[in-house]
């Protein structure tokens, strides 16, 4: 069923990877027509034939990198062509730990993707933009939970790069108020479709805490790799605020009908959490109960970039948009597991290759 008020029809950038996959089937089964952009670097088309599957509806595809200045003018041509309501932008780099390694690639890939993207929507008249910003936007100088108003210092290049495209997008709504704005300040997606057929398929080694613990339960690695046991927490281990995947989706869609139903532009920033924080450890033992398998680990030091503790305060989603968090950690690892299970390589062989 159609959402009422709902834009109905969509780009989404991104929409081939992990969360956005998950949200192309949130959105197509409320009724929205998807044109995704995607250039597959860290995706697989495997993954939007299964939203297909999973949906019962079709989806256009513009294969492209937002962040080549030479495929801009084709962009631009497809989404004119589309004539699209608005976008949901999940394109670009995200690890952490990379971005310090490689802080210039995030710099030109996130912000050269979001400025395309913007520049398409503009010629298109979709003025409405839901961007994937991060919990990372926060640093370590707010106490937990952390509120919208919370103070802003990104530990991290990855973060700094979705704290300046936030910015970028406010500047934009105050130059020109047409636009409607919602920065989704994620904390930590985990989890993977109920069905098993969708979930997370990184490149290489693991850059975030759950796929790594499931290629050990799977079998695919020996050990996991806690990073610094020393942290002022509960038992020493970092401390982060899991948010199942199809929850984070929901939010989407939520954000997106909100927007829609904004008589005058305006530019939003709102947490997407469940307002509770778990531990590496805790989230280790509660995937060893889900998956009956041993996780074995080994401690190593802190990752550069990396706060102690960070928890949202969710309330201002819940009182937008009616919208809260729904599935518990052992849902999280169940769905997981299920994905890891069910799909050992992933997407496997299907994976274009680098």
């Not at 834009?7 to 009724?31: D, T």
């Not at 929205?32 to 995706?43: A, E």
């Not at 305060?313 to 819940?318: M, N």
């Not at 968090?325 to 690892?333: H, R, V």
Request: charged residues 25%.
């Amino acid at each position: 069923m159609t959402r009422k008020g709902g834009a109905q029809r969509i780009v989404v950038a991104g929409g081939a990877g992990y969360i956005g996959s998950h949200v192309c089937v949130e959105l197509l089964q409320g009724g929205k027509s998807l044109l995704v952009i995607d250039d597959f670097s860290n995706s697989s088309p495997e993954a939007l034939k299964r939203v297909r599957e999973i949906s019962g509806a079709d989806i256009e595809l513009l294969r492209a990198d937002l962040a080549d200045p030479a495929q801009e003018g084709a962009v631009i041509e497809r989404v004119a062509k589309f004539r699209p309501d608005g976008a949901v932008h999940l394109a670009g780099l995200k690890a952490v730990g990379e971005s310090v390694a490689e802080p210039m690639r995030y710099y030109r890939v996130n912000l050269g993707a979001t400025l395309t993207l913007v520049k398409a929507l503009d010629a298109a008249g979709a003025r409405l933009v839901v961007f994937s910003s991060s919990a990372t936007v926060y640093g370590e100088r707010n106490a937990n939970p952390v509120p919208e108003t919370g103070a802003l210092g990104p530990t991290n290049p990855y973060g700094r790069t979705k704290l300046f495209i936030e910015e970028m997008l406010r500047d934009l709504q105050r130059a020109d108020e047409r636009w409607k704005i919602c920065n989704l300040r994620y904390f930590n997606p985990v989890g993977a479709h109920a069905s098993g057929r969708l979930g997370e398929d990184p490149a290489g080694v693991p850059n975030n805490l759950f796929p790594y613990i499931a290629q050990v339960a799977v079998g695919r690695r020996a050990t996991l790799a806690v990073f610094g046991n020393d942290y002022p927490t509960r038992d020493g281990t970092g401390v982060r605020d899991f948010i199942h995947v199809e929850d984070l989706a929901r939010g989407h869609g939520a954000a997106l009908d909100h927007l829609a139903g904004e008589k005058k532009g305006l530019a939003l920033d709102v947490n997407l959490g469940t307002g509770r924080g778990y531990s590496v450890l805790e989230a280790v033992a509660a995937f060893k109960r889900a998956s009956n398998r041993d996780i074995p680990y080994e401690i190593a030091p802190r990752r550069e970039g990396d706060v102690a503790e960070i928890f949202a305060d969710a309330s201002l989603a819940r009182a937008l948009f009616g919208w809260r968090a729904e599935k518990s950690l052992d849902d999280m690892c169940a769905d997981h597991w299920r994905w890891q299970r069910d799909n050992p390589d992933g997407y496997g062989r299907l994976k274009p290759q680098s």
